[in-house]
């Protein structure tokens, strides 16, 4: 069965930081693409960064420079480490890693950047 868990999310102030984690189970961040998506109220579920399958990372225009996307194969963990976060930044944040023709999601956590 497959599992993944979100933490880190909370409210920070403009500027400020956060680290975002993904605990995988039943599944291996180490031969797949994962990637972290966002989502607000009344919009579609967006991609923010993810790796490609050669390991390669890939980000938004919005969070290039800022985001960087990482994995630490041993633990199974999926980060995405969040500076200079802006009040356009919030959004509920999950991971994803696509298996074969499915797609399996952690259940979100809320960022929030406001003053």
């Known amino acids: 069965q497959v599992q993944l868990v979100e933490s880190g999310g909370g409210l920070v102030q403009p500027g400020g930081s956060l680290r975002l984690s993904c605990a995988a189970s039943g599944i291996s961040f180490s031969f797949n693409a994962p990637g972290w998506y966002r989502q607000t109220p009344g919009k579609q579920r967006e991609l923010v960064a993810r790796f490609t399958l050669s390991g390669r990372t890939y980000y938004i225009d919005s969070v290039e420079g800022r985001f960087t996307i990482s994995r630490d194969n041993a633990k199974n963990t999926l980060y995405l480490q969040m500076n200079s976060l802006k009040p356009e930044d919030t959004a509920v944040y999950y991971c994803?890693?696509?298996?074969?023709?499915?797609?399996?999601w952690g259940q979100g956590t809320q960022v929030t950047v406001s003053s």
């Open positions: 994803k890693v696509p298996k074969g023709t499915t797609d399996y």
